[in-house]
């Protein structure tokens, strides 16, 4: 066992000067027993996240008590480096570090995940949603059967969330996990204290069972694995005979190192980063609803189909749907607005295609894919720029690009070094700067999701719901499943123009059957 000592004749407030602590490790009996107890009572006075104080006034006591040489200054960059590895990083709670235990007790944020915390508030939420519309009514004792269930395959979701000096971290949460009947809207702000420190709930509605989850945790793929597994055990429970066929994340199997990776730092490559300017995209405006609150609107229409248009036009569906928003955006809102700037898509890129992992974090990016439109540009003009714009940013090098320059940022020693305090000032300013002003709406296509044909007959069909953020007021999430494409409009504002005018699109002039359904949140009733 290293033991943390502190050679100061006696511990004061927690204005004690910093210049007066060192940390060693000794082996004397009488000075660990001195020690320890100081140490004990400092962190009673500071409380805990003090690692890297303790690291630096090591290294630079050193230089203090001695006369600074070369000679001094080795050892004190040596002390300083040893002090570091004690405490294993630089981020999360003071652990006195003993070589026999196993350090599963917290786990760092990933790359994509350290954003959230910082830019997060009342009406940015964080929350994404996955849902599951079944056939019959969900029974509330056999979810949450389910839930206690599959809880230990799944960590890095039941966890809470600490500040640490540098970063926040999360930790081992061993409240009691509850699901809860849906009565609010969705992807509204996680309460942790009302929710037992947890940052995912589960909801159970009608038919209708929803995963909210605050996106530090995982992705839409980590999320939509998790639902999956719902899913299968639900069923199991109700003495369903259905068969996993290599699609559900089992119970079985014991949580691998694979699972909890942070898999940008894996596929991470020092490159030379070329540098992309990016202008400023028109931003969606509406008057906001009276009470805060998300209204969702979701079509339903023939995936088959859908997908047929799209390959007729040369697109995918992301590709397809990106450019139908970009018309519908024109068509029902910029035309009659001075703003001239480009009609911009934000789309969500799921790392696990072209670099294969099996994280259940997080591991996308985002591609911006968008252009200038006038009243002289047609629908196929569009869908040939935005479908060429989307296949060269997920080809291979540019998404490694991307991930390149988002762990550079990380891995900067003077990143590294800036309190949290700091870091999240700057990241939310970066994020207003580059990130909110540069796109017009976010598109999240999580695809066709593949599960076992027992499970297939059981889901009338999934959906995605996206948060909307100030600055976007309108995002799309689309999820697919036994030939029924949903396709869900998130909104804050009461507009409903650019909807209205892309499923009538969808409807009229595609000729496909859309099925429109909402939650009604905001609506005005006489």
Known sequence: MIIICISNKSIKAKTQNFNSILV??????????????????????????????FSFCSGFMTINRYRPNLFVISIAAVRLFFTYRIFYDIIGEIYIYDRSAILNKWYKLDNAAKLFPSVTSIKNSSVFRVSAVLTEAVDKEILQKTVDHVYDRFPMLFVKMHKGVFWDYFDNNYNKFLIQEEIDFPCGNINQIENNGYFIKILYFNNRISIEVFHSLTDGGGAIEFLKTILFYYYKFLDNNIESEGKIVLTDNSVSADDLEDSFFKYYEKMKLQKHKSKHSFRIRGIPFETYGNNVITGVVSAKKLNETAKANKATITSYLASLLVYSIYMASQKYTHDKNPIIICVP??????????????????????????????????????????????ETFSLQELISNNVKYENNIYTKLVPLFLKKIFILIGFNIMGETKKSMTLSNMGNISIPEGLASKINLMEAVLYPTPKSPINCGICSVNDKLAISFSRTIIETDIIRYFLNYISENVGLDVAVYSNDWGESRE
């Open 24 to 53: 060693r490790v000794t082996s004397y009996p009488k000075a660990q027993i001195t020690h320890f107890m100081g140490a004990l009572g400092f962190f009673i006075c500071l409380g805990k996240n003090v690692v890297l104080f």
């Open 349 to 394: 890129v799921n790392l696990r295609k072209a670099f294969p992992s099996k994280t259940l974090r997080n591991f996308f990016v985002t591609a911006n894919i968008g252009m200038n439109v006038n009243s002289a540009t047609k629908l196929e003009e569009i869908i040939s720029e935005m479908t060429a714009q989307l296949k060269k940013k997920t």
